[in-house]
């Protein structure tokens, strides 16, 4: 249950003053700040407001498969893929940022039986080939990194880092890849660059499942709205729906009229196998 569990944790950070390692309600093994797991215990132990992208990701994933991890951070979807694919398959995880990768290898160090399905690309992923200049935010807030400078509320950039960039075409064709079963993108405000990037894969049916964050805050300088961002991936495929806690998808019928949250994942079927969800 998640409240004994999080009453463990805290028994562990009075006896011990500090904890690094967290196996969450999905079973995975990620390496946590002190201050993360302080701050935000329920979101540490069940993934919190991503919790319904984890549990999609349960019903998504099978073993053999292929998923892109778009923005993998420190890696919470990637090692869940890797779980779930019950050692057959591959996960392609990009993140640029060298200080969110350093924490990525020590997690997958950590579980040395997903090692060898977790490719980590340390790019970032957009609608065109070459180098950016990545904002890079302090070690708790690392999943703010952007190629935009960002205020959330009072957290700002501290640091800056120049990084190379790839499309999802691009990375295919040099690698071979022909199917990508799963992608998830979360790059703060350049969700339809990454989009825009991976075109030829998406006109031949090389796409199947998406799915994706809108973030109000990040799009402030972008030249999209949360609805502009909604409209065009609708028009990549069907059933484009926001994911509920449980995993569950609210279909939308109409992005351009629909009432955009300030944050929330969404998933849109780009190929042809349809994604079941209960309720």
């Known amino acids: 249950p998640i409240n004994l569990r999080i009453n463990l944790i805290w028994r562990w950070l009075r006896a011990f003053g500090r904890i690094t390692w967290v196996e969450d309600d999905f079973g995975v093994l990620i390496h946590y700040l ?11 132990v069940s993934h919190h407001n991503n919790a319904n992208i984890s549990n999609l990701l349960t019903r998504l994933v099978k073993p053999g498969m292929t998923m892109f ?3 993998a951070n420190f890696g919470i979807f990637c090692l869940l893929g890797s779980e779930l694919m ?25 579980s040395p039986h997903l090692t060898d399905r977790v490719s980590v690309v340390p790019q970032a992923v957009s609608n065109e080939i ?48 022909t199917k990508i079963d799963v992608i998830k ?13 991976a075109k030829n894969m998406i006109a ?15 799009l402030d300088e972008r030249p999209y709205s949360p609805n502009d961002v909604l409209s065009i991936f609708g028009e990549v495929g069907t059933n484009l729906s926001k994911i509920l806690e449980n ?21 849109v079927q780009a190929g042809s196998e349809f994604v079941e969800t209960e309720g």
């Not at 993140?95 to 290898?105: C, I, K, N």
């Not at 400078?149 to 009072?154: A, I, R």
């Open 34 to 44: 002190p201050s993360e797991i302080q701050k935000y215990p329920i979101k540490v």
């Open 69 to 71: 991890d778009v923005g």
């Open 86 to 110: 019950k050692g057959k398959g591959q996960i392609i995880a990009f993140e640029p940022s060298s200080r969110a990768r350093q924490r990525l290898q020590m997690n997958l160090e950590r």
């Open 130 to 177: 070459g180098t950016t200049l990545l904002y890079v935010y302090a070690p708790r807030f690392s999943g703010f990194s952007s190629m935009s400078s960002v205020t959330h509320w009072d957290i700002r950039p501290t640091s800056t880092e120049e990084v190379s960039m790839t499309t999802i075409d691009a990375y295919c064709e040099e690698h071979n890849i």
């Open 185 to 197: 993108i979360d790059v703060e405000g350049y969700e339809v660059e990454v989009l825009q990037g």
């Open 204 to 218: 031949r049916g090389g796409i199947n499942h998406i799915i994706f964050e809108i973030s109000e805050k990040p």
């Open 247 to 267: 995993g569950d998808l609210e279909p939308i019928p109409d992005p351009a009229k629909y009432d955009v949250p300030p944050f929330a994942n969404y998933y």
